[in-house]
């Protein structure tokens, strides 16, 4: 298999920084040769991807399943899930703030020829890997080989690389923090001392987890997560990032969680955070993406 970006899988790190820009009025097949100068960078890791009309652009990208966009999803009760759809995606993430903040610099002016930066957010580690919910975010993530299952397109077109959701949510962190643990616990579809899966009855059918949960002809439905904590105290939230080997997946899981889905739920999470951004990218592997920028 074609080799996949590495920053893609690097965990643990405490930092982080989500650049989302905007092409102009021209949608290039190559990209400045100062952007690629940013290929590879020791100052921690970098994932770079394109949206739909970008990846179809490029020279150099081979991007499956044509126009993969986001489309808003106007769910039950009022829920809805913006669409932002943007052009080229910046994953910044290691151990030191600054380098990521001098990195992020860089690829504005690098880029600013073809695009401009339309949303930034920084993330951080929030204590041992939790949500600002409280709740350990992770927890049943695909581990070792099965995180690139998961995440890389196996074969054909894009072998190698991999889609990905971007989507910023703002949490209600008052009104949630008024539920009793146990109410909360009900939300997540897990313990929030120690993350541990409620069974039974005791397990609501539009927890979270039972709204995530799914499987598709018999297979579990997996994508591999990287979000992290995001904003400050006003806008206080998730920036949800995750890879998957086909956007689909992530069209049944937003479907399954904003519903009416099949069985008539929505899950319960979305009475306490909103999102107010969406966008698929599409991360080519390591090589193709070098071979985007001009020599
Ligand atoms: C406010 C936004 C969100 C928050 C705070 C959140 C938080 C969590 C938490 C605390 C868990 C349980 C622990 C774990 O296994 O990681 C979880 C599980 C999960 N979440 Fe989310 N999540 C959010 C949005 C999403 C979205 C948008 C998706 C998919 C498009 C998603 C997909 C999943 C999946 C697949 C699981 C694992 C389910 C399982 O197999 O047990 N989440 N999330």
Redesign the pocket.
Known sequence: MTEHQPGIFVEGTDHHVFLEFELGAAVPSQLPAAAGALLPWDGGEQVVAFGPRLAEALSAVAAPDGDFGFRAIEGSDGHVAPATQRDLFVWLHGAKRDELFAQALKWREALAPVAALAAEDHGFLFRDSR?L?G???????PKGDVRQQAALVPRGPGAGGSFV?A?R?V?DLSAFASLATAQQERV?G?TKAD?V?LTGAAMPPDS??SR??LKRGGEPLR?Y?RSSPAGGIADA??F?L?FSAEVER?RI??GS?FGPADDGLRDR?LSW?RPISGSFYFAPPADALRAAFSA
Do not use: C, K
């Open positions: 949500d919910t709740f350990v975010d992770g927890t049943a993530n959701l989507q949510w949490h997540i897990r993350s899966e979270h987890v995530t949960d994508i997560r939230g998730l949800f995750a992530f899981l937003l969680m999470l955070s």
